[in-house]
């Protein structure tokens, strides 16, 4: 599902710093960008949480993964897609609905997060 900050359907209460601080940490925020620390240990599960700016997420490790929707539901196994992003990699991420991220690998998983706001 893609939605956008202006249409954003879900309580501020689900926010990725407010429902998931033991893995969500706020390195820097101003009015245009918030860049978060996220680090998820082996055998860690998120809580449900979102994720309301898109932006680039930065690897700095990372490990098998499952990321299931509010319900629960698996939207993404990396044991079942393949290829993980290398350390050191950037990438794309659109607004997250909320959802949870287990990590199933023997490694962190550690992303920052710079999430661009609307101006």
């Known amino acids: 599902m893609r939605v956008n900050a202006e249409t954003w359907p879900w309580p501020d209460s689900l926010d990725a710093l407010v429902a998931a601080p033991e893995t969500h940490g706020l390195l820097f925020e101003n009015d245009a960008v918030r860049v978060l620390d996220t680090r ?6 998120t809580a449900v949480h979102t994720h309301r700016w898109p932006g680039v997420l930065y690897v700095l490790s990372v ?41 199933v690998g023997s490694s962190e998983v550690w992303v920052i997060g710079f999430e661009l706001k609307p101006r």
Do not use: K, Y
């Open 63 to 103: 490990d098998h993964f499952v990321r299931r929707d509010g319900n629960g539901a698996v939207m993404l196994d990396t044991r079942v897609t393949g290829g993980l992003p290398q350390p050191g990699s950037a990438f794309w991420s659109d607004a997250l609905p909320p959802h949870t991220l287990e990590n």
């Open 40 to 45: 998820i240990g082996p055998g860690e599960t």
